[in-house]
């Protein structure tokens, strides 16, 4: 089991890059690494997914070193709208895809 | 295209009473999940269904909850009787299967309050 660490909460501010970070130190050759954004009284949004190097979006950036032990979700010049919960997952090996989402991060825009 | 529908969106019950949820997910989406997520927390799956298979349901509170998806497409989550920490949102995903079994879509939810 892949278990992601995530930090609980983040502020930026209108215009600037915002940088969240994902460890799964015990990622499995086979997973793949996808973020979820969940807005208040909504249901998860997937944003992006990738196993290696940069994988690029309309939404978002996803970064991935060559060890995968870690994740990088990049926001390019965020807006209030994107103040929302992000989630890091990583696909569980050994057959069946089985979802864990952790408690994610925070993502507060400030004007 | 539409996305996945679930009812009723707000439910309030008693404890020890009994609820069910329905889900409706995307057309010809083979894979379908449901989760519970409590107020601060992410969502915890509780059952998978590949068609009207059970892929895992080893987080599911067997003694009173049930899921079913008959016929492969519309599924019912069911709470026989409820208690008080069961107060939370239940969501419901689908995804295509194949290779896009990263790629869930979900539903509105449905938020159950017990009293």
């Known amino acids: 089991l892949a278990k992601t660490t995530q930090p609980i909460s983040m502020d930026s501010y209108e215009g600037q890059e915002v940088n969240i970070t994902c460890s799964h130190n015990?990622?499995?050759?086979?997973?793949?690494i996808t973020w979820y954004q969940q807005f208040p009284s909504q249901g998860p949004r997937f944003i992006i997914q990738?196993?290696?190097t940069k994988v690029t979006n309309e939404v978002a950036s996803l970064f991935i070193p060559a060890d995968r032990k870690s994740s990088t979700l990049s926001l390019p010049r965020v807006s209030l709208s994107d103040t929302a919960v992000y989630y890091c997952?990583?696909?569980?090996?050994?057959?069946?895809?089985?979802?864990?989402f952790g408690r994610g991060t925070s993502l507060i825009v400030h004007p | 295209e539409a996305g996945v529908a679930q009812s009723p969106r707000y439910k309030i019950i008693e404890k020890r009473q009994s609820v069910a949820f329905w889900c409706n997910p995307i057309?010809?989406?083979?894979?379908l999940y449901w989760y519970q997520q409590i107020l601060g927390q992410g969502p915890k799956l509780l059952i998978q269904?590949?068609?009207?298979?059970?892929?895992?349901d080893s987080q599911l509170p067997k003694d009173r909850f049930s899921a079913e998806r008959l016929k492969g497409v519309d599924s019912t989550l069911k709470i026989q009787p409820a208690k008080l920490e069961d107060s939370a949102v239940y969501l419901c995903?689908?995804?295509?299967?194949?290779?896009?079994?990263?790629?869930?879509?979900f539903g509105p939810g449905t938020r159950l309050t017990v009293t």
């Open positions: 995903a689908s995804t295509l299967g194949g290779g896009n079994v990263y790629e869930q879509y």
């Open positions: 015990n990622i499995a050759t086979n997973d793949y």
């Open positions: 990738g196993y290696k």
């Open positions: 997952l990583v696909a569980e090996s050994g057959g069946s895809y089985i979802p864990t």
């Open positions: 057309s010809g989406h083979a894979t």
């Open positions: 269904f590949q068609n009207n298979g059970v892929v895992d």
